[in-house]
């Protein structure tokens, strides 16, 4: 199994309340990412990276912030969290060359209350 | 912007029998990757299996097979002598090829229950 960990698993928050999740890999891949999963919707794209401190957005943007300082972690910030925040983040990764394949994290369940 | 659809909700199959699950996408890129990814009760994202579209064999993985067409937009999962343990919800992934940052675009997802 790829060496992805999510911290924290759980956490329950306020509304308004800044959040930061966390994404910590041990196997040196370029790209990482942030999906989150609802009923209904599958798995949508929030925020990647290709590099340290190079980012981009994805498909569900709004809201979120990402920052990538180090190879190994890749952290998304909710700055004043909402209820349609509620939700399980995954994480991602994928390396370079001809391997495609991205490899999840175990997931963060976020519930805003 | 690629979509995924997978139009079948929920699916049954008894143990030991044979289940097809359908997914079209719509693209209009040449070069790219689809996959199944499997994710059980327990949560975790599981790649089942891949397929580049650029190969026109049909990738296999032990109990699992595909059936893609590209001319139909159409990447089918076959899974053969079914498990309790292939109970799972099933997603479509979709990726754009070289040069692209390899954003995943998901279906919705099949929830498939393999009854004893």
Known sequence: DAGITQSPRHKVTETGTPVTLRCHQTENHRYMYWYRQDPGHGLRLIHYSYGVKDTDKGEVSDGYSVSRSKTEDFLLTLESATSSQTSVYFCAISETG???????????????? | AQTVTQSQPEMSVQEAETVTL???????????YLFWYKQPPSRQMILVIRQEAYKQQNATENRFSVNFQKAAKSFSLKISDSQLGDTAMYFCAFMKGRGSARQLTFGSGTQLTVLP
Do not use: I, M
Request: with cysteine.
């Open chain 2, 22 to 32: 359908s997914c079209t996408y719509d693209t209009s890129e040449n070069n790219y």
């Open chain 1, 98 to 113: 001809e391997a495609y394949e991205q490899y999840f994290g175990p997931g963060t369940r976020l519930t805003v209350t």
